[in-house]
């Protein structure tokens, strides 16, 4: 923050110091001076390194906890970590071989996530979001152990930043919205290709101009809209919620040259920008 207010007070400076000549008859002008900042995603995760249940006969039952560590999480907004596992079997499965890990006899055991449910092949341990501790389950209700001896297996984690998708949509639309236009009452017209709105998680539209924002309104519950087109009044509503408090229908009418909009789809943030006018 101090960084980006000795670049603007910088700028502010300069302007001031550049003589400006204006004709009597012309009116003010505005001039724009872009400032910019870059911040990186960075983040931690600890795995631990073992598991061990112990000594087991056949139809035994044993639990150990299991926690994976996030921390120094630092996101974009609507970015999250996907951490995804799979264990020793052939076509992933949660499995531990006799002969150390290298005999042929199995013994199954699952990976319950900290959501309670036990992660498939290459299923989803947890989203991360955030710094925290993520506790789930290693083990078995009832060992399935033929023979006696020493078994092994290992669970493979993947981690995965998955960031915002920002498409711009042009008057040909986009790959997941046929258009997004600004119309002449001053609302926002929504059309996606193939997705409903009812399988939209949350939804929200802001509007600018000459790059500064003007509000944003959110739709109050996109369970309650089928079909894959919506009109956003730009103001607070049954269905809209304006975080200016806008009431006034076409208050924003002649007012904004852009818009985007900011849907999450399962579980994915998705953003839409344009300045199409109808």
Known sequence: MRRLLVLALAVMM?????????LAEEGPKEEGSEVIAASEVSYTITIPAQVDLGTLKPGDSAWKDFKVSASNVFLEDGGFIDLTARGSGPNGEFRLYDQDGWGFN?????????????????GRYAKITKSGQYYGKVGTSSADIK??????????FTISYVGPEIQDVPKGGSADM??????????????FEE???????SMEVTIFNKGEKLSTT????????SGNNITCSLRTSANWENDQGVTEAGYYKGK??????????????YIFKSSVKQ
């Open 195 to 201: 997705w409903t709105i009812n399988e939209l998680a």
């Open 14 to 22: 300069v302007l001031a110091m550049v003589p400006t000549v204006a």
């Open 218 to 225: 959110r739709l109050r519950n996109p369970a309650a809209h």
């Open 178 to 191: 046929r258009w997004l236009v600004i119309c002449e009452s001053g609302s926002v017209d929504i059309y």
């Open 106 to 122: 199995a013994m199954s055991y699952q990976l319950i996530s900290p959501y309670g449910s036990p992660v498939e092949p290459d």
């Open 256 to 269: 904004y040259d852009s818009v985007s909009v900011k849907v999450v789809k399962d579980g994915k943030t």
């Open 147 to 156: 023979f006696a001896g020493s078994y092994k297996g290992v669970m493979t």
